[in-house]
């Protein structure tokens, strides 16, 4: 236990101190919706490149480092539940994520078309060579054969990735309420917007990093979008739910 929680970050950790009273931030992060920007953003405050951090978290075994005091982690759940961190991220599903009390939770979301549209072309693109934490082969095999192709083997958990972060069992009741439960939702489309506001609210002068954007866009058909369109229904009726109730609206910047 001693090696997820180590003096030197246990020391740092006891100094965070966010005008809510939380002591660290997590972000339940769903891919292709800006989780990476928002991850390099926080980065960024110690006054270090952010992608020298984010290469030493890589090469972490415990995937985390520090910079200019302040603590980073990645992915290790252990790490990410002992809480002896700034800011942490993962894109592990919400149930399967232990959080320590005083934890601020933010989320991104995205609407769910243009989501999976970004990472098909995400896929098809790879990153750049001297990316951290780039995409696999077995991953990029997935939109090897085009999109139609990609669609048929794409797991469910691949597409509705924004409910089964929220809900295993894809309920959509549920996963609105998990998200509801968050400190903080905004979406992609307002990503400067609500990272602004994040910002005020954590009085953290946050500025905005844009990474892992993919410049070629894919064509698709008109059956083509209506057929990925009715596979992401669930989601759609979730952002439904999620304005209904007030917790998050596309095309505004969430709950204040």
């Known amino acids: 236990m001693e090696m ?47 992608m020298e951090v984010w290469r030493r978290i890589t090469a972490s075994r415990l995937q985390r480092t520090s910079s200019a005091g302040l603590a980073f982690a990645s992915n290790d759940r252990m ?65 090897a054969a085009g999109f139609d192709a990609f669609l048929d083997r794409a797991p469910v958990d691949g597409l509705l990735t924004q409910l089964a972060m929220f809900s295993g069992r894809l309920d959509i009741s549920e996963a609105t309420d998990r ?13 400067e917007v609500g990272l602004a506001r994040l910002g005020r609210r954590l009085a953290l002068p946050l500025v905005p990093y844009r990474i892992r954007v993919t410049s070629e866009r894919s064509v698709l058909t ?19 739910r999620l304005h209904a109730s007030g917790i998050a609206t596309l095309g505004a910047t969430g709950a204040p």
């Open 4 to 50: 997820y929680s180590d003096p030197e970050y246990r020391r740092l950790s006891k100094g965070y101190s966010l005008p809510d009273g939380s002591k660290r931030v997590y972000c339940f992060h769903v891919r292709k919706t800006a989780g990476t920007s928002l991850f390099m953003s926080f980065m960024a405050l110690a006054g270090e490149d952010p």
């Open 179 to 191: 998200i509801g439960s968050c400190s903080s939702v905004f979406f992609t489309e307002d990503f």
């Open 79 to 143: 790490v990410l539940a002992h809480g002896a961190y700034f800011f942490g991220r993962s894109h592990r599903p919400f149930a399967e994520q232990p959080l320590p009390p005083g934890t601020f939770t933010v989320t991104i979301l995205r609407d769910p078309v243009e989501r999976v549209r970004s990472y098909f072309d995400y896929l098809v693109a790879g990153d750049d060579p001297g990316m951290p934490g780039r995409v696999s082969g077995r991953q990029r095999q997935l939109a």
């Open 222 to 240: 008109d059956q083509q979008l209506e057929r990925l369109r009715t596979r992401m229904e669930p989601e759609y009726e979730l952002l439904r």
